[in-house]
Nanobody, 120 residues
């Protein structure tokens, strides 16, 4: 079974930084795309950033220029470096692994989430 464990969330002042980590169990990490999503209270979960298995990245407009997604295949871990944080970044952040159809196991798997609170 695939397990994802996020860490690195917390309380930070506006303008501060945090680095989120997501460790993935099993052997599918290196062949899978990874994504970060977030869900603020009363809102739907939204996509933040993605990275392909080859390292290509993409970002939501709200994250461009402030957040950086990266991966370490040797550690089965994906990161989200968040700089210049704003109160509107407050949310539970989730990582997702998208394993290709030919992999075993295939499909999308989610972590349990980590809370990020940006407040003075």
């Amino acid at each position: 079974q695939v397990q994802l464990v996020e860490s690195g969330g917390g309380l930070v002042q506006p303008g501060g930084s945090l680095r989120l980590s997501c460790a993935v169990s099993g052997s599918i990490f290196s062949v899978s795309a990874m994504g970060w999503y977030r869900q603020a209270p009363g809102k739907q979960r939204e996509w933040v950033a993605s990275i392909t298995r080859t390292g290509s990245t993409s970002y939501a407009d709200s994250a461009k220029g402030r957040f950086t997604i990266s991966r370490d295949n040797a550690k089965n871990t994906v990161y989200l470096q968040m700089n210049s944080l704003k109160p509107e970044d407050t949310a539970v952040y989730y990582c997702k692994v998208s394993s290709p159809n030919w992999a075993k196991p295939a499909g999308d798997y989610w972590g349990q989430g980590t809370q990020v609170t940006v407040s003075s």
